[in-house]
């Protein structure tokens, strides 16, 4: 994921790479938005997992908090 700050807040995440099977689009099209707004609302990668959407949740939140390390983010 890539995320976006705005005066030390994150203000947008942007998930770069998801699965593209059948299945899996129709999860992420719900799924992801949500994430990401939970992000925004929590400001950290520490998110409830959306039932059905476990493993984009396991991704999501690992791509997540390692952007945040790497940028040294802390909430």
């Given at each position: 994921v890539e995320?976006?700050?705005d005066d030390g807040e994150i203000v947008?995440?942007?998930a770069l790479q998801l699965p593209s099977d059948r299945k899996s689009d129709s999860i992420n099209t719900q799924?992801?938005?949500?994430?990401?707004?939970?992000?925004?609302?929590a400001q950290s990668a520490d998110i409830d997992v959306i039932s059905g959407a476990t493993v984009t949740w396991d991704n999501y939140t690992d791509s997540?908090?390692?952007?945040l390390d790497e940028v040294g983010?802390?909430?």
């Open positions: 995320v976006f700050f947008a995440v942007d799924a992801v938005p949500a994430y990401e707004a939970a992000v925004i609302a997540l908090q390692s952007a983010f802390s909430a």
